[in-house]
Nanobody
Framework: QVQLVESGGGLVQAGGSLRLSCAAS????????MGWFRQAPGKERDFVATISWSGGGTYYADSVKGRFTISRDNAKNTVYLSMNSLKPEETAAYYC???????????????WGQGTQVTVSS
């Protein structure tokens, strides 16, 4: 069982930056691939980024490549999402998720956090 708690969301102006954190409970965090997804009101949950259990492999949605960076610290049971050059259309609730064999599909993930709201003003 893995419990996930996101933090770091907030209000930022277009072009600004935020860093999201996701703290995981449990001693098996380092065996899970971790992902970030986002969901705007009335829309589907979209993939943002994923990172392998070791941190050695990352994969991003095309829309965030070059602006977002996913990273993890297994000693702290935490995964991060650094977001730069944010756009108003990226306003959404951001969720982290854990999977034994995670990829870009939400159905790959077994555990989810409650989400943290990111609002980008124009």
């Amino acid at each position: 069982q893995v419990q996930l708690v996101e933090s770091g969301g907030g209000l930022v102006q277009a072009g600004g930056s935020l860093r999201l954190s996701c703290a995981a409970s449990g001693r098996t965090f380092s065996s899970y691939n971790m992902g970030w997804f986002r969901q705007a009101p009335g829309k589907e949950r979209d993939f943002v980024a994923t990172i392998s259990w070791s941190g050695g492999g990352t994969y991003y949605a095309d829309s965030v490549k070059g602006r977002f960076t996913i990273s993890r610290d297994n000693a702290k049971n935490t995964v991060y999402l650094s977001m730069n050059s944010l756009k108003p259309e990226e306003t959404a609730a951001y969720y982290c998720a854990a999977a034994r064999y995670g990829g870009p599909k939400a159905n790959d993930y077994d555990y989810w956090g409650q989400g943290t709201q990111v609002t980008v003003s124009s």
